[in-house]
């Protein structure tokens, strides 16, 4: 309790943990509120807003109730967001760890990989990805973790290598420990926190590339993306633009929210430190 | 100089490394995608399957993967990216047709950002904790969370739907037959709308950046120095505040190419610029992935390239970098 309320000191927080419990309510009471398939057609087509009660942001291009896919969206942005951030995140500690404790040649090889992938560019690499293997929810989350661990991975072995020298880790040495037991078990967990740190910005980027990659026709055909809808609406811009501001307007949130609650964190987190 | 040069030297070889894991990568990626060139050729220009057989052999397709990532190493050595499926032409012309564009979409809205961006880093860290540099941090975080290709959208709906102050898309008029200085007004105003939406996204991260590191500074003893000289506020936030706090936004530019290439993909596609990033996405469209691959070689070493040239700069602005490399 104590640290939720350290979290929710500075009000740029609040608002970051309102957005982010709303968005999570969103997501949860989509299949509640609107059951059924969100792509079905519920009446007459390009509805404008605030019309008709049961369809209070109106219809798109084929009929479909917008709210409906908002809601939907929502579930789709954050599933993809939070497992590609997260397997970025397992990817590049591991590969950090790896490089750091290993050191010499496998440091050296697994560097130069770490460079290679931030060198191409992610959202290519991404678009190559998704398009050879065929879109899906997962190929989603595996193309967009691909071009986000390295930030975490250099992160962990930077930290990796200042703990490697710890006393402790030399103890577990003298015990005889496997050398990988004392990477993972030892090393890794006390090097996770500033790695953890970088969750927020990854999470960011995740949910901002998949909206990218649904907006060019990329996304999981069968799910509802606020990319795909935004995409969508582009086809009637001059006549109904309501239809790609809206969800644009909810992935501005969304990531916004991401951003506040994770700097909120952060500072939370630093002022624990500098007191202790 | 000899600074520069071996800093130069050690970035080179370090570019090969990447460079031929990117290759390998690719042709993995190649390898995993469904169909060969020959089927890509049979496509454009038709054949039957003892042309198929014969174009396999010659090609030498019906050898074992080592062989074939040989092959494929020595052709890009003589830069021959292969043949586009859905162009029917050679891919290495395909794509510096579209590369002039795209530099100057990437050049003027990385010019943007910069010098945009930086200058409100500036004037929001001149007083770190002032009600301006809350504003501004707030606002430069809600800018830094806009998808790029929906920002280009609204862009449209505003200046090029209700105001009709400019064009809605493309590069240049079509059949103006303009030339010279009237072509180039021309295209200017086309690149008017895509070069804002994809630079004041990244306006957002130099802003960051530069008070962030200007709220550094601030806490330094040569700020503190520069005050007891009774030097005037202006040109202490000036010539020692921000000073040392632009070098980082300097690294950030070559880091941030990568992503601005991946940016100017949605941005070409929504404004329809005939650039690398929107021929990348008819590459996906048409299913080219020999194209998407030879997009992403090319990018690779532009990325490469931007980089050091951003170290040359780096060296050049700071005179601690690579020293160490120089004496030794």
């Known amino acids: 309790m104590n640290r939720l309320r350290r979290f929710l000191q500075t009000p740029e927080a609040i608002a970051g943990a309102i957005i982010l419990a709303l968005l999570i309510v969103m997501a949860l009471a989509a299949p509640l509120l609107f059951p059924g398939d969100p792509q079905a057609i519920a009446g007459p087509a390009l509805l404008p807003p605030f019309q008709d009660l049961s369809l209070p942001l109106g219809t798109d291009r084929l009929g479909r109730d917008v709210l409906a896919e908002l809601f939907h969206g929502a579930r789709t942005s954050l599933a993809v967001g939070l497992a590609a951030a997260a397997a970025a995140l397992l990817i590049g500690s591991v590969v950090g760890t790896l490089a750091g404790f290993a050191g010499g040649l496998v440091d050296d090889v697994l560097m130069r990989i770490t460079d290679a992938f931030q060198t191409v560019p992610g959202f290519l690499l991404a678009l190559a990805f998704v398009s050879i293997v065929g879109p899906s929810l997962g190929v989603v989350v595996a193309a967009i973790a691909l071009g986000a661990w390295t930030g975490p991975a250099r992160v962990a072995r930077a930290e990796v290598l200042s703990i490697r020298e710890r006393d402790y880790v030399a103890g577990a040495r003298v015990i005889g420990m496997h050398p990988l037991e004392i990477a993972f078990r030892e090393v890794l967990p006390n090097a996770l926190p500033p790695v953890l740190a970088l969750s927020s910005v990854i999470v960011a980027a995740a949910i901002l590339t998949e909206a990218a990659l649904s907006f060019l026709g990329l996304g999981d055909p069968n799910r509802v993306t606020w990319g795909g809808m935004i995409a969508e609406g582009r086809t009637v811009l001059r006549t109904a633009p309501f239809l790609s501001v809206v969800p644009g307007i909810a992935l501005v949130l969304t990531v916004l929210g991401v951003y506040l609650a994770g700097e909120g964190v952060v500072e939370s987190t630093a002022v624990r430190r500098s007191l202790s | ?328």
């Not at chain 2, 449209?156 to 180039?184: M, N």
């Not at chain 2, 100017?264 to 005939?274: D, G």
């Not at chain 2, 992935?289 to 980089?307: A, E, F, H, R």
Request: hydrophobic share 55%.
């Open chain 2, 1 to 328: 100089m000899t600074r520069a040069l071996a800093l130069l030297h050690r970035r080179l070889v370090g570019s090969v490394f990447v460079l031929l894991i990117v290759v390998i990568g690719s042709f993995l990626l190649l390898e995993a995608a469904p169909g060969d060139a020959v089927d890509a050729y049979i496509v454009s220009t038709g054949g039957d399957a003892g042309m198929i057989e014969l174009l396999r052999h010659r090609w030498g397709l019906d050898q074992s993967e080592l062989t074939r990532l040989a092959n494929y190493l020595w052709a890009l050595l003589h830069l021959d990216l292969g043949q586009s499926v859905t162009f029917s032409r050679p891919i290495r012309e395909i794509i510096f047709e579209r590369l002039p564009t795209t530099l100057i979409l990437m050049g003027s809205a990385t010019a943007l950002s910069f010098c945009l961006g930086s200058a409100l880093g500036i004037y929001a860290g001149a007083r770190p904790g002032s009600f301006r540099d809350r504003l501004l941090s707030i606002g430069s975080l809600a800018l830094y969370a806009v998808p790029g290709f929906w920002l280009g959208l609204v862009l449209i709906v505003v200046f090029a739907v209700d105001l009709r102050w400019l064009p809605i898309g493309g590069i240049e008029t079509i059949a103006s037959a303009k030339t010279g200085l009237a072509r180039a007004h021309d295209i200017a105003t086309h690149l008017v709308l895509p070069v804002s939406a994809l630079g004041f996204i990244y306006l957002a991260l130099y802003l960051r950046m530069m008070r962030a590191g200007m709220a550094e500074a601030w806490r330094q003893d040569f700020v503190l120095a520069a005050r007891a000289r009774g030097l005037s506020r202006r040109r202490i936030v000036l010539a020692h505040v921000a000073r040392n706090a632009l070098l980082p936004l300097v690294t950030m530019l070559g880091l941030q190419s990568a992503q601005m290439l991946g940016g100017s993909v949605v941005i070409e596609s929504v404004f329809a610029v005939p650039g690398l990033g929107r021929l990348a996405q008819e590459a996906v469209a048409g299913r080219d992935t020999p194209l998407l691959l030879g997009i992403i070689l090319v990018s690779t070493v532009l990325v490469i390239i931007i980089n050091l040239l951003v170290d040359l700069a780096y060296a050049v602005l700071d005179p601690r970098v690579g020293a160490s490399e120089a004496s030794a």
